[in-house]
């Protein structure tokens, strides 16, 4: 748990300015990925697909895990609230999640000592569009998520656990990790409405049924199984992925994945194992943007320089076509 104080928590809490604000928005109203950039008409592309998304269904409720103390991070406020482009870092996850059309609600779940600060001196100062419930966390990972999904509205369908040490999600890997799920669950439900797996096989690839979708990137390192230092094997590379989040499931299927886990005694690092491990189908869905997780000091360093990369694209873009960053909803409407 967070050794963090109220009052370690205020201190950190630069206020964030309207500029470090309105830049925030405009990436995030923006996403840039990089890929799409080296496509031609991007910014169309982008508003077009974000117009796509208006129309699905706001049937998700984000669980950001914001418990932890960063012992590898090594700041005593919590790696969580220390300054990224001007707001604490939970922020920016905050705000990708509130901009992504699929999310209806948010439940942050940190540390209970400083809760009353992070309702007041972060979520509040957003003016986020989506209900924010609190949660608090627990001594792990895996106890704070169990604590969002309780405390998570029991009419969404689906969750979103996302990681607070993770601010350069964006809304449109989000949409795609949902997507992917909201897909896979139509699959089954044609599936066992149609009677007979005979039946379903002519509608329905059979692979298309899974239990949820994780954001995950290829292993690009040479891999070792080490013992004692010493090498064992080197497994084949192109069958290991990172995993990152969020990782999206029915909120039905992973809260009862979390009763049993805690039955059996079983203790995990991410979502997506829990329900592996319980024979669940999981899914990755390809990372196509930096989504690191600050993990240690130079990690901050390097989120710094992503997001200011992105916020001066999304101000060159809003230029471009005669708006002004501080103003992207004026230039979206053309
Ligand atoms: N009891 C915990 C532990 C972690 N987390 C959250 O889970 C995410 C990923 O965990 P990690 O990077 O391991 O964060 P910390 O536990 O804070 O870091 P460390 O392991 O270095 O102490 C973080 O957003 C962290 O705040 C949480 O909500 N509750
Ligand atoms: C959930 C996670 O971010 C996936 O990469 C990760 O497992 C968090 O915990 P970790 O202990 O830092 O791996």
């Known amino acids: 748990m967070a050794d963090t104080t109220s009052t370690d928590v205020a201190a950190t809490l630069s206020e964030p300015t309207t500029a470090s604000l309105a830049a925030a928005k405009s990436v995030l109203a923006r996403p840039c990925s990089y890929a799409e950039r080296t496509r031609t008409h991007t910014q169309t592309k982008t508003r077009l697909r974000l117009q796509n998304q208006?129309?699905?269904?706001?049937?998700?409720?984000?669980?950001?895990?914001?418990?932890?103390?960063?012992?590898?991070?090594?700041?005593?406020?919590?790696?969580?609230?220390?300054?990224?482009?001007?707001?604490?870092?939970?922020?920016?996850?905050?705000?990708?999640?509130?901009?992504?059309?699929?999310?209806?609600?948010?439940?942050?779940?940190?540390?209970?000592?400083?809760?009353?600060?992070?309702?007041?001196?972060?979520?509040?100062?957003?003016?986020?569009?989506?209900?924010?419930?609190?949660?608090?966390?627990?001594?792990?990972?895996?106890?704070?998520?169990?604590?969002?999904?309780?405390?998570?509205?029991?009419?969404?369908?689906?969750?979103?656990?996302?990681?607070?040490?993770?601010?350069?999600?964006?809304?449109?890997?989000?949409?795609?990790?949902?997507?992917?799920?909201?897909?896979?669950?139509?699959?089954?439900?044609?599936?066992?409405?149609?009677?007979?797996?005979?039946?379903?096989?002519?509608?329905?690839?059979?692979?298309?049924?899974?239990?949820?979708?994780?954001?995950?990137?290829?292993?690009?390192?040479?891999?070792?199984?080490?013992?004692?230092?010493?090498?064992?094997?080197?497994?084949?590379?192109?069958?290991?992925?990172?995993?990152?989040?969020?990782?999206v499931f029915k909120r039905a299927t992973i809260l009862q994945a979390n009763h049993q886990a805690r039955v059996d005694e079983l203790i995990v690092t991410d979502d997506a194992s829990l329900m592996e491990q319980q024979g669940y189908i999981i899914e990755v869905v390809p990372s196509v943007d930096a989504n690191f997780k600050v993990t240690v000091p130079e990690d901050l360093i390097l989120a710094e320089v992503v997001l200011q990369d992105r916020i001066a694209r999304a101000a060159q873009a809003a230029a471009d076509e005669g708006g002004s960053a501080g103003n992207p909803t004026a230039a979206d409407e053309d």
């Open 54 to 247: 208006a129309q699905t269904p706001a049937d998700t409720c984000a669980i950001i895990a914001a418990g932890g103390s960063g012992v590898r991070f090594g700041d005593p406020r919590g790696k969580q609230f220390v300054p990224l482009c001007g707001l604490p870092l939970m922020s920016w996850s905050l705000l990708a999640f509130d901009e992504a059309p699929s999310i209806s609600s948010i439940v942050v779940v940190c540390a209970e000592d400083v809760l009353d600060d992070v309702r007041e001196k972060i979520v509040s100062k957003l003016h986020l569009h989506k209900p924010v419930w609190f949660a608090i966390a627990g001594a792990t990972r895996q106890d704070s998520c169990y604590a969002g999904l309780l405390r998570s509205p029991v009419h969404a369908r689906y969750v979103a656990i996302h990681d607070a040490a993770r601010p350069l999600i964006q809304a449109d890997a989000i949409e795609r990790v949902i997507a992917r799920v909201r897909a896979g669950a139509v699959a089954g439900a044609e599936r066992t409405a149609s009677g007979s797996s005979a039946d379903a096989a002519l509608t329905v690839a059979p692979n298309d049924t899974i239990d949820g979708a994780i954001l995950a990137h290829p292993a690009t390192d040479t891999l070792k199984l080490v013992h004692d230092k010493r090498i064992q094997t080197t497994p084949p590379r192109a069958d290991y992925w990172c995993a990152e989040t969020p990782q």
